[in-house]
């Protein structure tokens, strides 16, 4: 369409590409200014080059899931029920799934009434809205550590502190807990909420005890503190049934994400929380102010699919398949990363490893993915700096043999850095600690 | 599943029931106090009764939509492309997509690069993501008087402060705009940009005429304040072809909103920003926050649609049929409410009601519903209390008939109001007004 313009703008060159430089970037909210790629994110360029073993992503294998099923379903639903699954739906997301949610989550022992459930893009938008609703800036959110990636960059996203407290292999350790409530609180720090991964934690791979679960709750409890338990791969347990969730020991003081991300698919990004009745209204607010309402026909598919297909079956067809994958994981991590050591899942998609003495996983990954192979270092899981002598190495993606291969490719670059660092030493360390901070390692 | 617990909290009161108190109410962030619940969304609990006739909603009619073939489409592509459709995407949106809305906005003279797309959860959570990564508190927005509720919504949550600017039947008045403008300037307030709805505004009714287009630009350019765009109904006019959107005449100031929700279905919440390369890229940083990727069966149902249906011969369908109900609406408003004044739509959904002197819209919506009619009160499109002596009214979703007795009703209830008015004069109204801020009144 042919029209006059009283612009200078280079028009014909917008068409073609766009502009690296920011004309706006003096005007960005000081929240923006935060807002950075996570590590996991820039990795994917390569991390999906073919050739690369890619032990470094969270995606789901979704390769077992019964595509004509679906598509019969989807059909159905379409034909009979096309203008609700086309048109927009509530804030809170529809009772329909709600209900459904509330039968999922009895797996993990909770008692749960629709009302209090608000469905989300993906447990990802619950995460967001809880910390919308409670975060000023400067206010203390305690994480585990290492923690999730992707909360870590919500909670920097609002300027919340994150202050990491510590895990041993049966997830976090109460005393310690108390010890960063304690201090934090003797400094005058507004701790808002704890964020955990009670069950086959990302990355750590560890499983909260059921010993220190009420444990956990109580020092929140008495410190005032909410909890934000988030569980997506609860119902991915390898050898048992689901722990109680921290939710059935308190419902006042919990709340809870889920999502279908994992047990079912992420392509529709649907999850949910169940929080107290009052916060779950606030959140219905904050979702209705961000998206008006989650995606119906997200919603419909999966409500039908979990009424009309066997869906825990598929689950447990995703448990024996994860669980072979997760051993052969380890039997590689065995036979060629003899020194490194490695925390053992019992469920879910991760194991943590730690590296020699001298070794930093960040500067490693240059090498790794020149030998074909790609992690995550763990320096993406902390707020402060630390994990540099661990990898997030997932399972949950790759084949068997391809694990066993991207293991073997590791274990070598492992080795050829040990070798370095045995030459060089601590100054071969401090040489890649700094050059963590260049603005031109990309790929870090 | 049995197990202990240590709490006190009434466990099975919960399975039942929310509690209505709110431990947690100290606790939430200053933004969350802001947030409420809009005008629009507490009226849709009496407006869907079904003896109601609701000219308050902006649902669109999706009835026409040709569900056979959307059946058989979707089956397709879950049996062809099943992993891809069910697996995570990338945070700004498959390029599949982003390529088909580059062809949508040539309609309106845009000339796009699909890098400079960002795929968003309704054009509403573009809203939201440009408010997060421009506002900090207490920064300006400057909207048309009167705005979109739902964008009104959006910058309150972020604390922003909004300025109205004043409209005609051509759109926001250039002038106007320019005093606005230099008057916040010079009370040292950061002005972040105009959101404006250039194209049957939601809920004036009025278009931006193609000689002030230019204007306007050129005045936000001066005060270096960014446009953002709304164009959910562009395609949507009665009587001719799409002026020129205000992005056209400055690609690199203008961040320009659109959506599926009204040219197609709003069921897979799909919307879209084009915005400038490096704004796009921190949207796409907020975005992956928020909700990680926007869902693949929405997108690339959407996608295949745009390319294997006639999608503008159904949105001219959609002009058609919204055409003839703007009409009944019209000759409905001559015959029964002689003594209001009116906007006259072009497209789009909605006209902008003025009742006779001394009518309060707010306070005369009880009176309505008791009718069964409902409208949406002006002061719900003004951040500062204005808009009692406004109505919006829709036409998009009832029938032509049910639209004539909706606005047959609304005539006896303006009728009846004026008689009061005429007896008690000023007295009456004060009264109308002060019942306004009653906590109470739970369908205001």
Known sequence: MAHTTDSSAPQSARASAGTRLDPWYSSYADRSLGMRASEVRSLFAV?????????????????????????????????????????YGGGQGEEEIRTQIVEVMRHDGIHAHPDDIIVTTGSQQALDLMTEIFINPGDVVVAEAPSYVGALGVFRAYQAEVIHSPMDNDGLIPEALEDTLTRAESLGKHVKFLYTVPNFHNPAGVTLSLERRPQIVEICRRHGVIILEDNPYGLLGFDSEPLPALQTYDPDAVVYLG???????????????????????????????????????????????????????????????????????LESLSEYLPSCSWTVPDGGFYTWVTLPEGLDAHAMLPRAVTHRV???????????????????????????????????RLGTVVEAEKELVTMFGAERRLTHGSAVDHPSTETH
């Open 47 to 87: 991390a999906n080059r073919p050739e690369v073993v890619s032990l470094a992503g969270g995606m789901p294998n979704i390769e077992g899931l019964p595509l004509d099923f679906l598509a019969e379903m989807t059909a159905r639903l379409m034909r009979e029920r096309g203008p609700k699954l086309l048109q």
């Open 259 to 329: 999502s279908f991300s994992k047990i079912f698919a992420p392509g529709y990004r649907v999850g949910w929380a169940l929080a107290p009745y009052a916060v779950t209204q606030r959140m219905v607010l904050a979702a209705e102010s961000a998206i008006l309402s989650p995606n119906m026909v997200g919603q419909l598919s999966i409500a039908e699919y979990l009424k009309t297909y066997d869906w825990f079956q598929q689950v447990k067809e995703y448990r024996s398949m994860y669980r072979e994958r997760r051993d052969a994981m």
């Open 374 to 408: 790609a992690y995550v270092s763990g320096t993406a899981f902390f707020s402060d700096g630390q994990g540099r002598d661990h990898m997030r190495l997932s399972y949950c993606y790759p084949t068997p043999d391809s694990i066993r291969e991207g293991v073997r």
